[in-house]
Nanobody, 115 residues
């Protein structure tokens, strides 16, 4: 079993910054994909950014140039630095990992950007 625990959400004004962190524990294998998704009210959950163990990244077009994903494989953590936040970034952000084809989710952390 794998557990993911997020932290770092909150309320910020437009143009501000937040940093989300996710710590993984349990049956973690060395080769996995870790990342962040988000879900706004009334919308489907969508990819924000993911990173492979080897450092390959994929970002949603809407966050490119503003968000940066990073991970520490030894500590089993993945972070999301969010700059130049916009009201449309308001959502619950979920940490995600895929191990041997199985998908795991954290409990989510709320990010609210006021205009």
């Amino acid at each position: 079993q794998v557990q993911l625990v997020e932290s770092g959400g909150g309320l910020v004004q437009a143009g501000g910054s937040l940093r989300l962190s996710c710590a993984a524990s349990g049956s973690i294998v060395s080769n996995n994909l870790m990342g962040w998704y988000r879900q706004a009210p009334g919308k489907q959950r969508e990819l924000v950014a993911v990173m492979s163990t080897g450092g390959i990244t994929n970002y949603a077009d809407s966050v490119k140039g503003r968000f940066t994903i990073s991970r520490d494989n030894a500590k089993r953590t993945v972070d999301l630095q969010m700059n130049s936040l916009k009201p449309e970034d308001t959502a619950v952000y979920y940490c995600n990992t895929v191990i041997s084809g199985r998908v795991y989710w954290g409990q989510g952390t709320q990010v609210t950007v006021s205009s």
